[in-house]
């Protein structure tokens, strides 16, 4: 992948030194500690050769800048990060999507330090990545999996590709389909943490989305409730027809009511099909709407902070001019503000739908309560002659009190997932 120039006298052959004398340096398990506060990147070219990077990144690296510039990115490389997660960087940024990941890097000494990268391809060609400390408790469970992944690539020889399938394997038994799906959390996880220890208030935008995506879910959990409860109903209304064929009198009335009953039920049953549609995704980069919405604004946020902290920085040595880098810096932090407007609006678009779909269904289930009254009136005038009928109408009317139970929670799941809509529109936090 890293074809350097062979000519000794390039920038490319130095940085072929440095990487190989950084290699012999013994690891020594001593942490290279770096502020919380502290953010670092480096960009590359296409191939992962360095060209930038900013004064924290050349300070906890250890290395001379001239040593990082055009030394290809493995020259920090720690032994103990598995092949299969390189994999999985380089697989997600050759099809252009930003990759979040853990890394365990070595300095020029040999100790170690832990980092949150996220690194994305940038305009013009090349990559970018920015990394923060990991201070969320998802870190440990992050190292067991990479020391899991390494052993097992050193002892059957596995491939970076099937290490890295293996690795996904082990992501998706965690509850998260995808890879973009696992760095979305990862990266919120990560940010909220910092943001706490930093004693940073909250993000409005990040707390909204936060206020959507949680309501969502408890809309979707009742939704699915309530279409298991609708799908057990088809029982009661056989038994209500089974009942009507052995009565003498008052039959058709109580099987038109059955039929009607019904047909209204399996409408119902239809249209919380299209509400509750489960999400499917495809390959290791397809993430749900809420899950690319933090990712796209916690990146956003970091870029934004990145750039305020790089104007203060001094002037960087090497080959690349401040302001250029500084424009460079600016067009990817927009991009992630336009691409999470962009996933807030959708976020906003499917709340609101979800809104008015809800309300039918409210509807659709009063003229349900309807029809049943009906039964409950037609049960007192038949009264001695329908004995029993009592029984299937109090049963429909327990089912009836369930469903406008599961109603109440749906609404206040709606009435919350619009209220972070609103607060979204409007630019307000949440409510302390
Ligand atoms: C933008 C960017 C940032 C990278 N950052 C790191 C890093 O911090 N640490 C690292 O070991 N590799 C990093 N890499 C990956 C390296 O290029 C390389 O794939 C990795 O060190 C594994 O090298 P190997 O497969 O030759 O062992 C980065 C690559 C890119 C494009």
Redesign the pocket.
Known sequence: ??RISSDPFSADHDAVHAAASAQTVAEVNVEEAFGIDELFF???DG??VIEAYNEIFVRVAGFAGSELQGA???I???SE?P?AV?WL??NG?KQGSPVGAY?K??TKEGKYYW?F?I?SPIEGGG???V?LKPSSPLLDGVQDLYREALEAEKAEDLS?EDSALRLMERIKELGFPTYAMFQAHAIHQEFEARRVAMHKPQFADLSNINTISDNAAKLRHELNLLSEKFHNAALLTANMKIFAAKLPVGRSTINEIAKNYDLMLRDIQNHLKTLHVEEEYEGLWDASRDQNSFFMLCASHLMEELCVNFEKEGCLGGKTSKSEETRTLNRLRNDYKKQSIEAVLHGIQSALTIQRRTEFLRRMILGLSTIRIACRVEAGMLRDSAKGLDNIVGRLDGFHDEVEAHLAVIQQAVNAILKGVDRSITGQPEAA
């Open positions: 992948m890293n480096s960009r590359t191939r992962g290809p990115h493995k920090i490389r720690h990060m092949k390189f960087l380089w940024l890394v890097n070595k980092v990268a690194a990559y970018l990545s990394r970076p």
